[in-house]
């Protein structure tokens, strides 16, 4: 391994510690800070193929398997006995983090949309995010709450939004047909799967782990359809498969990050190809840069951490990663 691939993989780790986990987990800060500057952690991630060294999977993947939630020096000395079992994991996992709350991101978009959807996820995991209708909904505003639930009722999943810079959505889609794509699929029905879904959840965030026995549970009643296959190969004929009369909404959160380049380049020119379809991305500032260049135009240099909520390449709003936030976003107007 290089020099440059050791320190990639730290300034990595570090930007996790400081910005991503900064202020939603301090565990997780911690350990992040600490293997950024710990040598044998390092190469044993430098061993691991590149897209399985990220530390939501490294730290996953120890909780999983019985390390709790120690400081790090412990948690370090845990990892250099049991790396083989971790390192098992990692490579047989993936960080497929299903978190139903970004449904309360993706509502407005899906709110304005007239008539029956068809919709399709790509990175669908286990398929959480397939049942915006099914959810109820909680956005606080300047003005107050504003509260929606399904017709037949509150639903057992509350997803609760901080909604600045837009009007709230005032109701839920009529979502006829839905369908998730996944290079490995989870099925809801299966003990082990949401066990590992739970592990993905980082360590403070006990509402996020009962949300997603709510959500899984409300999904095991209804098992969505999931195909197997590659984002680019397998859109176009799930696509051929939507009813007629539906409007073809297709969306992804968190997902792009983890596809090289040239895919993303190819998923792209395939989303642009197809005026059938509403596409809408939900992702960090660098993953496309066409929407995360265009924040300079709205005033803003960064992100902070958030994603960017684009519709048809679009930026609209920065979104909290796990749906807990949505700012609409509104030009300058030239002085």
């Known amino acids: 391994m290089t020099e440059l691939e050791s320190e990639t993989l730290r300034r990595y780790y570090r930007h996790f510690a400081e910005v991503e986990a900064a202020d939603t987990s301090p565990l997780y800060a911690e350990w992040a800070a600490g293997?950024?500057?710990d040598d044998e952690i390092v190469d044993l991630l430098l061993s691991l193929p590149r897209p399985k060294r990220q530390a939501n999977l490294?730290?996953?993947?120890?909780?999983?398997?019985?390390?709790?939630?120690?400081?790090?020096?412990?948690?370090?000395?845990?990892?250099?006995?049991?790396?083989?079992a971790v390192r098992s994991l990692m490579l047989d996992r993936s960080t497929q983090t299903n978190e139903a709350g970004r449904c309360a991101v993706l509502l407005p978009v899906l709110s304005q949309v007239s008539g029956p959807i068809a919709l399709i996820e790509v990175g669908a995991s286990a398929g959480l995010c397939l049942y915006p209708d099914r959810y109820s909904y909680e956005y606080r505003t300047s003005e107050g709450v504003v509260r929606l639930d399904p017709d037949d009722g509150p639903s057992t999943v509350v997803l609760e939004c901080e909604l600045s810079g837009a009007q709230p959505p005032t109701s839920l889609p009529d979502i006829v047909w839905r369908a998730g794509i996944d290079l490995n699929p989870l099925d809801v029905t299966d003990p082990e799967e949401r066990a590992w879904l739970r592990s993905l959840i980082w360590p403070e965030h006990e509402l996020r782990r009962a949300r997603l026995d709510a959500a899984a549970a409300?999904?095991?009643?209804?098992?969505?359809?999931l195909v197997a296959g590659d984002l680019t190969?397998?859109?176009?004929?799930?696509?051929?498969?939507?009813?007629?009369g539906a409007q073809v909404v297709?969306?992804?959160?968190a997902v792009l990050a983890y596809v090289d380049a040239p895919g993303r380049e190819q998923f792209t020119s395939l989303m642009r190809s197809r005026d059938d379809v509403m596409w809408v991305s939900n992702e960090g500032e660098r993953v496309l840069p066409d929407v995360g260049e265009q924040l300079r135009g709205f005033g803003i240099e960064s992100a902070g951490g958030r994603f960017v909520l684009a519709v048809d390449g679009v930026a609209?709003?920065?979104?909290?990663?796990?749906?807990q936030c949505y700012q609409g976003l509104t030009r300058r107007t030239p002085v």
Do not use: K, N, Q, Y
């Open 218 to 225: 409300i999904a095991a009643a209804d098992p969505p359809r």
């Open 250 to 253: 297709l969306f992804h959160s």
């Open 58 to 84: 490294l730290f996953a993947a120890a909780r999983h398997l019985g390390a709790g939630e120690p400081d790090f020096p412990r948690l370090r000395a845990w990892l250099l006995t049991h790396w083989e």
């Open 233 to 244: 190969e397998a859109v176009d004929s799930l696509i051929a498969e939507v009813p007629a």
């Open 316 to 323: 609209t709003a920065l979104t909290g990663p796990h749906g």
């Open 35 to 37: 293997v950024a500057d």
